[in-house]
Nanobody
Framework: QVQLVESGGGSVQAGGSLTLSCVPSGPAYETAYMAWFRQAPGKEREGIATLDRAGTGGYADSVKGRFIISRDFAKNTLFLQMNSLKVEDTAMYFC???????????????WGQGTQVTVSS
């Protein structure tokens, strides 16, 4: 049974920073590949950052240059460092995992419950 638990969300002013964490549990092969998604009210869920097991990352244009995805296997944690936050970054942020790499696509099998990020002007 795979579980993903996100934390680190909160409220921040525009221009500020937050770091999200996601701790997976369950068989390691089921969480070989992980990604961050977000969903703003009234919008579709958007893949924003992903990482394969070699450390190769990919980012959506909307966050490229501002967000950094990383994974600490020793701490069994996926991170999303978010810098230069904008009001439009306000959303529920989810981590996802799978034994296959779906890049930023929605096909990941396992999902967390999400953590809210609110950016105010």
């Amino acid at each position: 049974q795979v579980q993903l638990v996100e934390s680190g969300g909160g409220s921040v002013q525009a221009g500020g920073s937050l770091t999200l964490s996601c701790v997976p549990s369950g068989p390691a092969y089921e969480t070989a590949y992980m990604a961050w998604f977000r969903q703003a009210p009234g919008k579709e869920r958007e893949g924003i950052a992903t990482l394969d097991r070699a450390g190769t990352g990919g980012y959506a244009d909307s966050v490229k240059g501002r967000f950094i995805i990383s994974r600490d296997f020793a701490k069994n944690t996926l991170f999303l460092q978010m810098n230069s936050l904008k009001v439009e970054d306000t959303a529920m942020y989810f981590c996802a995992a799978d034994q296959h790499w779906w890049y930023l696509g929605p096909q990941y099998k396992h999902w967390g419950q999400g953590t809210q990020v609110t950016v105010s002007s």
